[in-house]
């Protein structure tokens, strides 16, 4: 079946369209040739030895996960995913783009009876008491993914919700547990050997925020009856495109291009990711992640400091051009903004006729939500243009499983691609380890005493509270 493709359209950021003072020239991309070229190869011959895996994602074997899927569906009635950061961003972007937001109401009603699906990627007591008060643990499969193995919030939280289990069903039941973790080391792989959970292997090579195509966010979306095949599909149809090494072929080159240029030469250090969609709200939340995380570095791959990064921002239109839009038309010029628009809905719905003697409403009798909503996004991107505010806007077909593949798989490249640009690592997350340390020392972890007294030292120094 012929895939529909997502399209990348930059025309309002470029000097013909929104002018000299705003805009790039066709020159200023082809100046940076020579760094393009170098990224390009760099990232092949990272690709080809092993050191990069996520490029190759598109081409496993995902038997495994659909049969383990298969059977989890046809054995609980919930199926609760416990991670953090990367590993669960993406399995919660894949579910709240495909599936309603009422799924679970939905579950056994009409379709297909498939689990309740519940993710729990933080450590809010109160939100653990809930879903220990809700769920039937006799019913429940407990999904814990950790490529480390050890982070202390999903190990945390597992541990409360086996416990939880042992005390309902007297039993710790190996078949309740499945454990998506590194396929050698870390202490979950110990965890799982030891109790005989199931397991899935997150490929080495293949870092939380970069793990969506694996069974991190593949498992969840199997068991809720999405094909994972078309997802992969999608992905390979974008790894042809973005192996391109012309730039002005390549969507993922090209859109990592210009958010460099604008950042490292005008300035715009903030970078908006605007869905006109609210089914793409969660998959402009694993993007923050991945922009922010992989490129916001100190230094630089020579050791110099650099301060790399935009700081990426989640926008949903048409609800915010009712709250941050004043501030992109006429704030700092300090941003770029992406637009996801999506050009067909599910759902088609008629404004009523009512009221079309009222002047102020009855111009929208006869449309449907559909064109308003598409007006609003075109109205928006226009006005921002001719104030100078360089946007471009990502088409989507339609919301499907293959063209969220092409998503993921675009954004995953223009992260890596736009690292090589800046000469970061973008796979690395070492801002993220002095909190950890810290954290380790307050909770008591054996070799952390002296950030333990650390933070103690702080909290006598502190007097500016009232
Ligand atoms: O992208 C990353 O590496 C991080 O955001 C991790 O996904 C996050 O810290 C969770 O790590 P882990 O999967 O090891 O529990």
């Known amino acids: 079946m012929e895939q529909k493709e997502m399209r990348l359209d930059f025309n309002f950021m470029m000097r013909e369209q929104i002018g000299d003072d705003s805009g790039l020239a066709a ?5 940076l040739g020579g760094h393009i070229k170098r990224v390009h190869d760099e990232l092949t011959a990272k690709r080809s030895s092993g050191e990069i895996a996520f490029f ?18 046809a054995t609980f009635d919930n199926f609760l995913l416990i991670g953090i950061g990367g590993s669960a ?58 490529k480390s193995g050890s982070t202390a919030e999903t ?60 069974p991190v966010g593949l498992l969840s979306a199997a068991v809720s009856g999405v094909d994972i095949d078309e997802i992969l599909s999608g992905a390979a149809l974008m790894d042809r495109r973005c192996s391109n090494p012309d730039i002005w072929q390549n969507p993922a080159y090209m859109k990592g291009v210009l958010e460099y240029l604008f950042h490292t030469r005008e300035g715009r250090n903030i970078s908006v990711l605007m869905a006109y969609s609210e089914a793409l709200g969660s998959i402009i939340e694993w993007y923050v992640q991945l922009w922010a995380e992989s490129l916001g570095k100190k230094y630089g791959l020579d050791g110099r400091a650099v301060y790399a990064g935009q700081t990426p921002v989640k926008a949903i239109g048409a609800t915010d051009q009712h709250s941050q839009i004043q501030l992109y038309m006429e704030g700092p010029h300090d941003k770029t903004i992406t637009f996801l628009r999506v050009e067909e809905f599910n759902t088609e719905i008629p404004i009523p006729e009512a009221f079309e003697e009222m002047e102020g409403i009855g111009y929208l009798c006869g449309h449907t939500l559909n064109e308003l909503i598409h007006a609003e996004q075109r109205a928006t991107e226009v006005a921002l243009a001719r104030a100078g505010r360089p946007n471009c806007r990502i088409d989507i077909p339609a919301i499907t499983p293959s063209v969220i593949g092409q998503l993921f798989y675009m954004f995953e490249v223009q992260t890596a691609f736009a690292g090589g640009l800046y000469k970061i690592d973008p ?40």
């Open 27 to 31: 020159e200023d991309i082809q100046f």
């Open 56 to 73: 190759d994602l598109p081409y496993q074997d995902t038997g495994p996960i659909k049969s383990l899927a298969a059977d989890i569906a």
């Open 89 to 146: 961003l993406g399995p919660v972007a894949i579910h709240n783009a495909l599936h309603s937001p009422f799924y679970n109401q939905r579950v056994g009603k009409g379709g297909k009876a498939r689990p309740r699906l519940y993710f729990l990627d933080n450590v809010d007591p109160d939100e653990t008491a809930v879903l220990l008060e809700i769920l039937d643990l006799k019913k429940t499969v407990i999904v814990v993914i950790t």
């Open 155 to 214: 190990m945390a939280s597992f541990l409360v919700l086996r416990e939880a289990i042992r005390k309902t069903t007297g039993r710790i039941d190996p078949a309740q547990i499945i454990a998506i973790t590194d396929p050698e080391t870390g202490i979950l792989r110990k965890m799982a050997r030891q109790e005989g959970y199931r397991t899935l292997d997150i490929p080495g090579g293949v870092g939380g925020r970069f793990s969506v195509l694996t």
């Open 427 to 466: 796979f690395d997350q070492p801002g993220v380890e002095e909190g950890k340390r810290l954290t380790f020392g307050m909770m008591g972890r054996k070799g952390f005493e002296d950030k333990k007294r650390e933070i103690e030292g702080i909290q006598k120094n502190s007097r500016y509270v009232i």
